[in-house]
């Protein structure tokens, strides 16, 4: 009796591994934080009688550091070890949060105590963002980076974007104090598990600057190092213009869409219905985001950016063309394609950039990024107030049309590599 040849097993798919997990759950960890004191700060400033103004100081207070320190913090992260930053960043927002629970408790809070807290949260984000970014593709292999930010997306979107402010608005009913405690407890347990993470290669133990500013370079040379890199490199000064067009008609959309949801406006929706349809956009990237891996490997870079960026313009755009519940909840759905659009163009940065200038060329992009953020809300004030808000969608509908060329090309021309089998 022979023996029946047994069929080789086929090769597992190679795994993310366990340091990337740590990773992810700090992800999901700060998210969920950011999501609650982001509800938390403007509906304490009204509590507190600031009124519009009162919380207009606060939420430029909490943008105004990606202005002023994004490139700064770049060069941090390129100098010194990006987890123990983050670490460290994690661990200040403890003691920003814990204070201002604390005045908020013994009722000594005012809205220059919650500016003050936003804008350090602010400079806390600028460093812990950047180094975030600089630390997946030391974790994963650069064939598996698409798989990596998708999960990453998913689970930014899913704790910060729908569980955030649900739990904040929770905790808010019970007392504000306990929502910033709350929150600062989120951000000691981040600072718990990147403590699992190992030390960056060629870090392990440093206290001081990296090899990443060779001959003790000044900081305004190493940021014009990274600006170099950044618009030296094509595809990357489209994506990073082309992002900041993309959040120009993003702003623009979430600054109309009030008008022209709400009472007196067209469409008339309560406040329960209007939330419900807005989650349809995060339920959507969700599920976007759980599947972009499948996609880009399947039907490649150029295909699927071009799917994202039509989804988008197409989600804009519709509701402004015919304005009712059903074509809304529809067109928001379609914005979830955007994550499509999000992990090819940060995982094209990942592969493309070199580790030592990661910081700056990300903290450079993403200064673009959000510095456009308040671009798209005066374009939403200026168009809606003259042509009403269905105006602003179509306008920013087709925004979003004029970056899809250039950004798809781009995409076209910049595929992954094949992913690793073996």
């Known amino acids: 009796m022979t023996a029946t040849p047994t069929a080789p097993a086929a090769p597992s798919a190679p795994r993310l591994g366990r340091p990337f997990l740590w990773l992810w759950n700090a992800c999901a960890g700060s998210n969920l934080a950011d999501g609650v004191y982001q509800v938390a700060l403007p509906v304490t400033a009204v509590h507190l009688g600031g009124g519009a103004g009162g919380v207009a100081v606060v939420a430029v207070m909490a943008r105004l550091p990606w202005l002023l320190f994004a490139l700064f913090s770049g060069v941090l992260v390129d100098r010194f070890d990006e987890r123990r930053l983050m670490r460290i960043v994690n661990s200040a927002r403890v003691v920003v949060l814990g204070a201002t629970a604390l005045a908020l408790l013994l009722d000594r809070a005012d809205i220059a105590l919650l500016a003050a807290a936003a804008f350090l949260l602010g400079i806390g984000e600028t460093v812990f963002d950047t180094a975030f970014h600089t630390t997946t593709p030391s974790l994963v292999p650069p064939s598996l980076l698409e798989r990596a930010n998708s999960r990453l997306q998913a689970a930014e979107i899913t704790t910060n974007q729908m569980a955030g402010p649900s739990v904040g608005g929770l905790l808010l009913g019970l007392s504000a104090s306990l929502a910033f405690g709350t929150t600062a407890a989120l951000y000691l347990a981040t600072v718990l598990l990147l403590m699992a993470l190992p030390a960056a290669p060629g870090r392990s133990g440093q206290e001081g600057p990296a090899s990443a500013a060779p001959g003790g370079s000044g900081v305004l040379a190493d940021i014009r190092t990274g600006l170099r890199f950044l618009f030296g490199n094509p595809t990357l000064t489209v994506y990073a213009v082309g992002v900041g067009a993309l959040n120009i008609a993003w702003a623009a959309v979430y600054a109309a869409l009030p008008l022209l949801a709400l009472p007196p406006g067209p469409l008339g929706l309560g ?76 995982s094209y940065r990942q592969r493309a950039v070199p580790h030592e200038l990661l910081g700056r060329v990300t903290s450079a992009y993403r200064l673009i990024a959000f510095g456009c953020l308040p671009l798209g809300s005066a374009l939403a004030g200026v168009v809606g107030s003259h042509y009403g808000p269905r105006a602003v969608l179509v306008l920013a509908g087709c925004i979003v049309l004029a970056a899809a060329v250039p950004m798809t090309l781009s995409a076209r021309s910049s595929a992954p590599p094949a992913p690793e089998t073996t």
Request: hydrophobic fraction near 55%; charge should be positive.
């Open 271 to 346: 406040s329960t219905a209007y939330g419900s349809l807005l989650m349809v956009a995060g339920v959507s990237g969700l599920v976007v985001g759980l599947l972009a891996p499948l996609a880009t490997s399947r039907l490649g870079n150029g295909v699927c950016m071009a799917l994202g960026l039509a989804g988008m313009s197409v989600g804009f755009a519709l509701p402004g063309i015919r304005p009712t519940p059903l074509v809304l909840g529809v067109g928001l759905g379609c914005t979830g394609l955007l994550i499509l659009v999000n992990v090819i163009t940060v």
